[in-house]
């Protein structure tokens, strides 16, 4: 049986998460194991949401922001990229691999740029295996 990664994506919904919509309406669906929490700024984000994702059995965490300079709360964008910087090194040190963590910038326009990216992530994400902090039952 393949394995088939948890992922917890993150959208701005100003930006990435009408990307999403937008991918639902066009019936170009995403990875069913893509699971998507709709933020009101990137900026919202803070890192124990981040944690508690893995926590809960998230192999992949992906958090998507409006390009710079394009944040309708300022610099909401930025704040989450330094958080996710700062979260990607606190990873690391507790045996996660950074690289279950991603951030990108997308606008509510670039739908298709968002299925390429989740589509990617995800293969990448299946290719890590399951998170090493995962429960077993």
Not at 85 to 95: D, F, M, P, V
Request: include cysteine; charged fraction near 25%; charge should be positive.
């Amino acid at each position: 049986m393949d394995f088939m990664p948890a992922i917890v994506a993150f959208c701005c919904e100003n930006s990435a998460f009408r990307a999403a919509d937008t991918a639902g309406a066009k019936q170009e669906g995403y990875p069913s194991n893509i699971k998507i929490c709709r933020l009101p700024c990137s900026g919202k984000l803070e890192i124990n949401y981040i944690l508690r994702a893995f926590e809960e059995g998230a192999d992949g965490v992906f958090i998507f922001a409006c390009h710079p300079d394009s944040c309708k709360f300022l610099k909401g964008n930025v704040r989450a990229q330094k958080r996710v910087e700062h979260t990607g090194a606190l990873l690391e040190k507790i045996g996660i691999k950074k690289e279950r963590l991603r951030f990108f910038y997308l606008s509510e326009l670039e739908w298709t740029k968002f299925l390429d990216l989740v589509q990617q992530g995800n293969e990448s994400i299946k290719g890590l295996g399951p998170c090493p902090t995962k429960v077993k039952v």
